[in-house]
């Protein structure tokens, strides 16, 4: 299987935060993004970002920015088509995506994914902790992107509804910490610094 391509999932209202874009906050030395992209590229042939609106804001990452192609904020999965409609068109098989908010999500995240896909004629993998699923973290396969547009379309919102649907496996990340500990409020972003600090 082809090294896959990597999709950031930025295009949430953030409205716990108070609305605006999570992923530009300032985290550590950087911002959520930056901390993000730094995960994420070395284990990706190539990475974009999906957000909507103006992209510019995000010029200064030299990323690909892709909007949702489903209208109305119908939530990640639409970030999750956007990514593969655009593998599609670079020739990849399959995107992994991550989300903006997570910063500190497993370094071996995609290798652990493609493991748990071997075998399957469309690799399609979520995340898992002991706590539940982590579905904005999964490895997706092109060949079912217009299948994904179709449930969209039809209004499928749900993620692991769609997964489940498709025979869709996971990958256990149960080691310690909280991998995916994700920003949503102030609060948690106040966190996250810590947990940065301490890991420097």
Avoid: Y
């Amino acid at each position: 299987m082809k090294q896959p391509l990597g999709i950031i999932l930025a295009g949430g209202r953030a409205t716990r935060m108070g609305g605006g874009d999570k992923g530009l906050l300032p985290l550590g030395d950087a911002t959520l993004i930056d901390q993000v992209l730094a995960r994420l590229e070395p284990q990706v042939a190539e990475a974009a970002l999906n957000a909507n609106g103006d992209p510019a804001r995000f010029a200064r990452f030299g990323l690909p920015v892709l909007a949702d192609s489903i209208d109305g904020f119908v939530g990640p999965l639409a970030g999750v088509l956007a990514g593969l409609d655009w593998a599609a068109d670079q020739g990849a098989d399959t995107v992994v995506s991550v989300a903006a908010d997570t910063p500190f999500f497993p370094c071996d995240l995609v290798p652990r994914l493609l493991l748990e896909a071997e075998g399957m004629d469309a690799p399609l993998v979520l995340a898992r902790t002991p706590d539940g699923r982590q579905p904005t973290f999964g490895l997706w396969p092109v060949a079912l992107r217009h299948d994904l547009r179709t449930s969209l379309q039809g209004g499928l919102r749900k993620i692991v509804m769609w997964t489940d649907r498709h025979n869709g496996r996971e990958a256990m990340f149960d080691g310690p910490g909280a991998p995916f500990f994700n920003v949503n409020t102030p609060q948690d972003l106040a966190h996250a610094q810590s947990l940065w600090e301490a890991a420097q």
